[in-house]
């Protein structure tokens, strides 16, 4: 003699669907509800005498005689990350709470509508029951959506916490205040946007310093290898000094000082000859070391011009410009297997390297900033995350199918999930079944100009790269893409020079901006080893 009533399509954070036979449905009831009568063995409606099924469910201690004794004190990371957590067990109490109350209103539903009792009921008697029993479900309705908000305002808060103890972020940066009271001695929910955060001491402000000396001490990729041809010249210029690239006598690339020994005339105004630079002044020549070996119509004198270690790798000239001995290894930028390059674009663009690289570590102003390309037509996530490792500079975007990394010294590389365009979110690039992969690379030519390489690759549609012209089309796009982010990049840099803090309040999707900039700043301070590196 069991009869069990079942809540029906509630939007609870916890399910209830798992019932037993429904026997039958009651409508048109006046009320505004429908009820699910759910019938035991004996398909009868009386007491049942059994421990209701939801029992476990609600049977959970009381958290609050365990709450910590906090109010008014200051707090550690790792003290509000507790605080954060018993915020969690607290509101999946009350939640639940509030569910056994809808349960129990449901049940007297049941109650009122059962065939046996309204034979003993007037009608006038039945609608007043329902009424009040309407009144205390609408009510208890309510109560769960609070409840929601609590859970979900406890969720962010202990994903806030749990991402500076993890990310380890802030080490001996941090000033950490809290007011944080108990949770349930307050009737509205707390936003995490209105919670005291702790400030990382992050001051990118004031025009643009010279480039620290250790900065230089890495291998920077400065050119695709299909742009030098044998008797083709490169100039560039790399923490603002003038070099020029170009092939030798065997075939390898070589960079030195775009200055000629004798009167500083540009190199590269020259020509290539057998494997030499040619001044245009007065037709020295220079080999890839820098050692001049020709000086028509004089003596020839011992003369060398200052050269840079430079190796090809991977379809890319590398050089190390820094005083430290360079390092044997190089790191890989090729596109994952399954991929094939489609593009090869380089542009000179007028910003500072460092915040071009903020821009590309950031993907949460796309639905903002690129309207008019890739994501035109996106919707406007409630909640933009970076997901990464504890100590990392990569990781991948929720809600969006994108993995992004930071190769130091200057190299961001992203794959894309575009089975769905305009419609990215909800997947991981693993569940998307064709991507994009990029490279960029942000050579630091000056305190206001950045050299940029971008590299592009489809893993599907390989006969697009033998159409003619498609390399213009790849670069129209690229531009265009570049245009909308340049008007901001170069205004902040404005702002930045006349003393406005460009990372003034970052926030959670800041996170892969937030490390580059640690990482620098741990270089340019000389500290060992370095924060988030890879071992090479």
Not at 497 to 521: Q, S
Request: net charge neutral; with cysteine; glycine share 6%.
């Amino acid at each position: 003699m069991t009869a069990i009533a079942a809540a029906v399509a509630l939007s609870l954070p916890i399910s209830l669907c798992n019932s037993c036979r429904v026997s039958k449905k009651f409508q048109g009831v006046k009320g505004g509800f429908g009820v699910f009568a759910v019938l035991g063995e004996a398909n009868s409606l009386g007491p049942s005498d059994k421990k209701s099924p939801w029992s476990t469910l609600f049977d959970v201690e009381d958290p609050r005689s365990k709450a910590p004794q906090c109010k008014g004190r200051f707090l550690d990371v790792y003290q509000a990350l507790e605080l954060a957590r018993y915020d969690i067990q607290y509101c999946d109490w009350r939640a639940r709470q509030d569910l056994r109350t809808i349960v129990l209103l449901h049940e007297k539903v049941v109650e009122v509508l059962n065939p046996l009792a309204r034979e003993y009921k007037s009608i006038g008697t039945m609608k007043k029951e329902l009424a009040e029993l309407q009144g205390e479900l609408a009510q208890a309705h309510k109560q769960v959506h609070i409840s929601e908000a609590r859970v979900s305002a406890a969720l962010d808060k202990l994903a806030y916490m749990e991402e500076l103890v993890n990310g380890k972020l802030l080490e001996d940066r941090t000033k950490m205040e809290s007011s944080i009271a108990a949770p349930y001695s307050s009737t509205s929910t707390q936003s995490l946007d209105t919670m005291k955060r702790p400030r990382k001491s992050l001051d990118v402000s004031g025009p643009v310093q010279p480039y620290h000396p250790r900065l230089k001490n890495f291998w920077y990729p400065i050119a695709f290898s299909t742009d030098l041809k044998d008797e083709t010249m490169i100039p560039i210029d790399c923490f603002e000094e003038p070099w020029v690239l170009f092939r030798g006598k065997d075939g390898k690339p070589g960079c030195v000082q775009n200055t000629c020994a004798h009167r500083a005339c540009p190199l590269h105004l020259g020509s290539v000859n057998e494997g030499r630079i040619q001044c245009p002044y007065h037709g020295w020549e220079f080999t890839t070391d820098g050692k001049c070996e020709k000086m028509p119509s004089t003596r020839l004198l011992n003369v060398k011009i200052k050269s840079l270690p430079c190796l090809e790798q991977e379809g890319m000239i590398w050089i190390w410009p820094g005083d430290d001995p360079p390092t044997t290894t190089l790191p890989s930028l090729q596109p994952p297997s399954g991929f094939v390059i489609h593009a090869e674009i380089v542009m000179e663009l007028p910003v500072e390297h460092g915040l071009l690289l903020d821009n590309l570590l950031d993907l949460a102003h796309a639905p903002f900033t690129h309207t008019s390309t890739f994501a035109k037509g996106w919707t406007v996530p409630s909640l933009v995350k970076i997901l990464t490792p504890a100590s990392g500079l990569q990781g991948y975007w929720d809600p969006y199918p994108i993995d992004m990394e930071f190769q130091p010294p200057c190299m961001v590389l992203s794959t894309i999930g575009i089975s769905k365009p305009g419609k990215l979110e909800g997947q991981s690039t693993k569940e998307c079944a064709t991507h994009l992969h990029q490279l960029h690379v942000c050579l630091p030519s000056s305190r206001n100009k950045t050299r940029l390489l971008y590299r592009m690759s489809l893993d599907f549609a390989p006969l697009l790269k033998h159409i003619p012209f498609m390399h213009y089309l790849w670069r129209h796009f690229a531009e265009q893409v570049l245009n909308e982010d340049l008007r901001l990049v170069i205004g902040l840099q404005e702002r930045m020079i006349n003393g406005a803090n460009v990372w003034n309040w970052p926030v959670a999707y800041d996170k892969l901006g937030v490390r580059y900039r640690l990482w620098r700043d741990a270089v340019e301070r000389g500290s060992k080893p370095l924060p988030f590196s890879k071992p090479m």
